[in-house]
């Protein structure tokens, strides 16, 4: 059989390849929970946790979502979460909660807002002391840190201090280089283009 | 009060942002189904995509889930499709479908690997060729294009030509311009950093 035969050429590649991808698998030896900020102005922030929301459900992990700043408009993942989530075993009404006062342009009301994004934050709180959460997902956070709704080294100091086993996902764009810095993985998701640019309305089940 | 009353200068910044939003709102008048790349290096592509997914279960609608690549190693998405959602109304065991033969580093046979593609492609066309699947996600599809697993025009002409109302999701790096020419929305997951780099191993309910 001739060296030239893509067969065997894709082989010896692949053969490689494996090496150094169970190589990166040996070397990873830490485990523990996790910080994960999505971040930027792209499409797939939010629905990235949620999607760890159902690989977590999977297992039958309990998982904890708190929403900062969306629900005035009901969503699929409401939906899901009120209505689908909890008929299993391990997902309750109280692990889900949503600020609901919708977006600073809708309530344009500063002090009611602060007041709203504590009393969401209490329930954050609450789960990342909570042993149990396998994975709390706190979703749009990032802007009640650039609004500065919330005090940073309150939530700073509440994501550091939780469970080991616990991992923290982190959803909206900016919110500053502390809770970059103390995320294990960063992703800037970038929008490269988007269907609503050219006048196409927002779906059901894709975008809310 | 004082122009300079923190809360007033909120409102008043808020009551112009939401002329914006509204504006925005009003022109995007366009309904139909929509395909949203998700590319690029960093975490958030599957999970993106399983998010989505999540959303348009808690709206009952029908949704086909088709993994290339992934399906050798047990997934939370993996628990989720076959055990949970197939509870939810509209969701089959059939809805679902994994190209099952690992990694191209794990299997070393491109022939073997270019008709286990074909076989699952097949599955795909079926979905997009049926105005009952509202969401569909080809979760890896980019590296079947990469790999030259599937033919790219195939491919193309398949999600053109689906329902009108179908929205698509394709996941993966890469997969070359035609792809993302043909999306409506394209997402670019940057990688920021990894906790993988730190040695950190990879986490049910996280990462798979």
Chains 1, 2 share one sequence.
Do not use: C
Not at 25 to 54: C, P, Q
Not at 109 to 131: N, Q
Request: aromatic content about 8%; hydrophobic content about 35%; cysteine-free.
């Amino acid at each position: 059989m001739s060296v030239q035969d893509p067969d065997q050429k894709h082989k010896k590649k692949m053969q490689k390849q494996k090496e150094k991808v169970d190589a990166h698998i040996a070397a990873a030896d830490v485990e523990r929970g996790v910080v994960i900020l999505l971040t930027g102005n792209g499409k797939g922030k939010s629905s990235s946790g949620f999607g760890m929301v159902l690989r977590a459900l999977g297992y039958d992990q309990k998982v904890g979502v708190v929403q900062f700043i969306k629900g005035v408009q009901l969503s699929g993942e409401e939906i899901f979460l009120k209505e689908k989530a909890t008929l299993l075993p391990n997902f309750e009404a109280s692990d889900f909660y949503q600020m609901g006062t919708g977006f600073t342009w809708d309530t344009q009301d500063r002090s009611g807002d602060i007041k709203a994004a504590e009393e969401t934050w209490a329930v954050a709180e609450r789960m990342l002391s909570d042993p149990r959460y396998h994975l709390v997902l706190l979703d749009e956070l990032t802007y009640m840190l650039a609004y500065k709704y919330l005090d940073e080294q309150r939530v700073l100091d509440a994501i550091k201090n939780r469970p080991p086993e616990q991992s923290v996902i982190v959803t909206g764009r900016g919110g500053g280089s502390a809770i970059q810095e103390l995320s294990d993985t960063v992703s800037e998701v970038k929008n490269v283009k988007h269907a609503y640019d050219h006048h196409i309305k927002a779906r059901k089940g894709v975008d809310y």
